[in-house]
């Protein structure tokens, strides 16, 4: 198979990626956890305040993961992420090389560095359970409608500005995450392999286990929409690396 | 007509343009109202906490959008900016193609998707109101000038930051417009498609009809201001895309 | 005078710069009071929170107008950066062009339009008084050793990121004075013509016209020192115009 | 010795480098410090918000301080950094020039750096102890597993951002840290020079003399495995200058 052997001499290495990916998605759900913890702890029932802090911490952090890990990886933290550049780069897709052996183990890195980062918050925090079920019910219609829009934006941003502004994406999609936040009824988690981490912690953070399937199905079905709309809405616009190349610039 | 047929040549396509200013729009509405209902809900009475949220998910989201929807539209979700564009293409003007018909669809789609952000929002935080009619009275001489002011530097930040230094323009317009949200008594609209979509929200970020129209002349009569003004200022200034284009550089 | 000729060719023409600090400095200071307005109505007494939203809004609102005017007059919007760029382009100095004559219309634009500001803000808010005196005791060692601290480190900020990152130097400045106001007891004013503008406001942002002396003197002790500090800092490294230079490249 | 030489010939000079390292600490301290207090003072009993004050301020006030002194010295203003510099220098390292008297006076700048920060701080805020200790009790495991996890993910930001997109680590490290004050159980000091100096502060930020060695420990250990774990993660991916010479050109 080209691809398998593609797939073997690629730079960076796939154990180098699937590291990458895994570690900064611990990082990710340490973040969004963590920052939970100590919000709700200190905030002293002004839920307000701990969303606010919630917020900055994570979209601050998820600028700074993606700077770091975007070199080796790509930096998707995300399985809806992986299954979009994974449909771009089939034949009929937008170019590009991204296997589905590739796709999978950035899924698998993902939901494992998931829970590792869960597991870190907590001793981080000295929570008493280590991975229990949250008990936080997050379910119905509005939020799955919230789960989808905000998963929506997610994928358009990073195809938006990954088209022309590559360079500014690691910000924008920071930026996109702290807002949605607060503009969908869900807190935008907009992520299967964190949603999944974020079962495993009755903190601030969580959601009911129960709750999960119906998140990731919304998610899926917001991403792809997004992903089919932005396949249609740059299909005639250069991309970044087009207009350097025809100005004799390689984009850093 | 020549501008007639330029538009059927464009690219990206007409269809493309105004599908991007209308999503971008509606996904901008949908976070000024959507993070103005969670603000609330969570703020517990103090509105100081509460439009602190709502600006940081404005200013936020909006570097988002206009970076992702930048490239195929010029991302101006807002019917000032598509006049002061359209203004500016004009045979005295200084250059550009942007021909009525363009504009008029631009303008169009924005309302278009101002409404639909509206109805997104609330699907999302279970409102049971769909479009009901704001009672959230904003009237005065004191608020058409904040709304001038605000529309002013809109403009301004557009004008001067896109002649110079245009890779800069969308964090500076978020930038502003969180600024602006707190040193304009109005809150800074400064939006006549966001104004009337504000319209039809019975929540925290709402305006009632009747006061949309002097808000709507209170915008155009700063942003044409800012557009004068701007014209004369930056006459004998290179443009960045001059500048670059003496040193042999294409700014991607 | 070799200088008086050059002044009257230069690009943008003298007008235009001094249109451009003066306005820069109005949206700087009606950012600065109208936020403090807004947020002192809003905050319920807390003043944590009022600080807080008046630091997001006076620092993102700044990094904007540096963008927006930067390409026009370098929006110094600051006699102590005017000074210490005049002081720079003396024969001894660093180089560059800005001749007395330049400067003190700089620093007359700027107080002019700090006043301006100061009245566009209590208009926005519909303030009883206009421009009448505050009566905030801002004196002591303290104080003015705040101050001198605060106004060292901008100017800090401006050289040493000027020297070899222009392009960032608006985000560091805004970054910067937003963390100023915190780690100052003087809330940073760090600029004398918004010290002045802010005597005429008797809300929160407000100053005693007598505490405004020693504010002023202790901003120029502060910025010399600095200016003098990264003359002797700078001395032996390349400029990022030099190093651009050295390898063909114009930075726009 | 060829080291000592070169060290004698370099430029920016030595002399520049300390200076840089010592006062770039200084002012990080009495950002950290001042911010603090200001905090604390203004807050009202409410410390999630007071340490939202803090992490705003120190965030932004590290992002100014690495552009304005990271062409003179590199900005490391923490002796982790400092030696994950030094150990990358090494024949067996991944290059550059850091030999050990750089490495030993950088830690000392750095040090002494710290506590005129620390003096600094209390003298704006005319706090009546200059450099009493600090009774704030910060210890035991989760405290120790947070630093460690704080200063891994540093030296990750700065290993992983810096190798790609050095233009971008000054902004990555500042989010970095803000995001890292609320999802670590110790605020995320992760700076050996930093900890010391906030021992001598009996204010907000403080930390008890007897756990400053704990923590220095487990920054050492969390910033080392994150650079022995980069060396491996980056070793086959070209670094942003190397991308750069390949086309021809220089990153500024």
């Given amino acids: 198979m080209l691809r398998a052997r593609l797939l073997r001499l690629m730079r960076p290495s796939l154990a180098r990626r ?3 990916e895994g570690l900064g998605t611990a990082l990710l759900v340490a973040a969004v956890i963590g920052s939970g913890i100590m ?5 002293g029932g002004n839920v307000a305040l701990a969303l606010l802090a919630n917020t900055i911490a994570t979209g601050a952090t998820l600028v700074a993961l993606i700077l770091t890990f975007g070199g080796v990886s790509g930096a998707h933290f995300n399985p809806v ?12 897709g937008s170019g590009g090389f991204f296997p ?58 990073i195809r938006g500005c990954g088209h022309r502004r590559p360079d500014a994406t690691p910000l924008a999609v920071g930026l996109y995450i702290a807002g949605a936040y607060w503009f969908t009824a869900s807190t935008s988690f907009a992520n299967p392999a964190v949603t999944l981490a974020r079962a495993f912690t009755p903190t601030f953070a969580g959601i009911r286990p129960a709750d999960v399937a119906p998140f990731v199905v919304a998610q899926l079905a917001g991403g792809l929409m997004a992903a089919a709309l932005f396949r ?13 190349a025809a100005s004799g610039q390689e984009p850093v």
């Fill in 81 to 92: 992420v992986t299954l979009v550049e994974w449909l771009g780069a089939l034949p009929s």
């Fill in 18 to 20: 699937l590291v990458a």
């Fill in 39 to 43: 919000a709700e702890r200190l905030a």
């Fill in 100 to 157: 589905l052996a590739l796709a999978v183990g950035y899924v698998m890195a993902q939901l494992a560095g998931g829970l590792l980062g869960a597991m870190a918050a907590h001793a981080m925090f000295a929570e008493p359970a280590w991975l229990a079920a949250s008990t936080h019910l997050r379910a119905g219609g509005a939020q799955w409608f919230s789960e989808a829009v905000a998963t929506f934006g997610l994928v358009a941003v």
């Fill in 232 to 244: 249609w809405l740059l299909a005639d616009t250069a991309t970044a690396s087009a207009a350097a």
